[in-house]
């Protein structure tokens, strides 16, 4: 015997339509448009630092350099490029170790303890977002001086890892809050302390936000200008980017070099971002929490 259908369901589902299985032109035009903008500029960077000095002011951007040369680069090598490279992966490595053993912990206790006192912590490093580096770069100034710290890599790493905390404490509170709470109960009723939590629990779970922290504390520590503008004055504690900037009237109009000087002061950074990529991108992911 045939039976119908219920009383009021559909004799057969209606098939849903799947958007994201059609082709959508305008966003494939925009990201056309958008990796131009991109590759264009790094390609004419390239090409540019490989061109011989004297064809460099009459170059078109776009064309390849018809005699490539490494001249620029051997230039750049020659003049101290190794020294400011030394001196910024130190002064990018202590602003890394520095944000993690403070910011891991800081974020635990934001997403564990519910007193206010956490709370008020954890809303005081958010305002910190809100604060630009250059409001205070004079109360700094004189700190630094009254510290004697004036004219050394202290002097860049301290400020720079300050400013990069606020950042990197809601990225990891984001992150550790997509931590299950069955997971704290089971190592609790095992008899585990905060401590062991922390380190047998949170790290391996948060290594995401982790690394999004370390490559964002990095690129801080990498690409500042201002803070060692401001508090160094010899070439000892000198870093990149502030070679860079004395590379306009060190080298003149050679403008080739000073490319070839930013190629090679990218190439670093750009590794550890290869590197850390997928872990960079699902620790954005987990930056608004639950």
Not at 80 to 96: D, E, P, Q, R
Not at 118 to 135: D, H, K, T, Y
Not at 244 to 252: A, R
């Amino acid at each position: 015997m045939r039976t119908g259908p219920a009383p009021g369901t559909d004799p057969a589902p209606r098939r849903r339509k799947h958007w994201s299985g059609r082709a959508n032109p305008l966003a494939g035009l925009g990201s056309v448009l958008w990796l131009a903008v991109v590759v264009v500029p790094v390609y004419a960077m390239i090409s540019a630092s490989l061109t011989h000095q004297s064809e460099a002011l009459g170059h078109n951007a776009l064309k390849p350099p018809s005699h490539p040369t490494l001249d620029n680069y051997e230039t750049v090598l020659h003049n101290g490029f190794g020294h400011l490279l030394w001196n910024t992966v130190l002064a990018a490595a202590a602003v890394v170790a520095i944000v993690l053993v403070l910011c891991v912990p800081l974020s635990y206790v934001a997403v564990r303890t519910r007193s206010i006192w956490s709370g008020a912590a954890f809303r005081l490093f958010l305002l910190g977002v809100a604060i630009p580096a250059q409001a205070v770069v004079v109360p700094l100034y004189l700190m630094i001086a009254k510290l004697d710290l004036y004219d050394s890599l202290l002097a860049i790493i301290l400020p720079t890892a300050a400013f990069a905390m606020p950042v990197s404490v809601l990225i990891l509170t984001g992150t550790l809050r997509d931590i299950s709470e069955d997971l704290y109960e089971a190592m609790a009723l095992d008899g585990a302390s905060p401590t062991r939590m922390l380190f047998q629990l949170v790290v391996p779970l948060a290594k995401g936000g982790i690394s999004t922290v370390v490559v964002y504390a990095a690129l801080q520590a990498w690409n500042g200008l201002l803070f060692p503008l401001i508090f160094t004055q010899s070439d000892g504690p000198r870093v990149l980017t502030l070679g860079l900037f004395n590379y306009v009237s060190e080298f003149g109009v050679n403008i080739p070099a000073l490319l070839a000087s930013v190629v090679l002061s990218g190439v670093p950074i750009f590794v550890v971002y290869l590197v850390a990529r997928r872990a960079l991108v699902g620790g954005l992911m987990g930056v608004g929490g639950k």
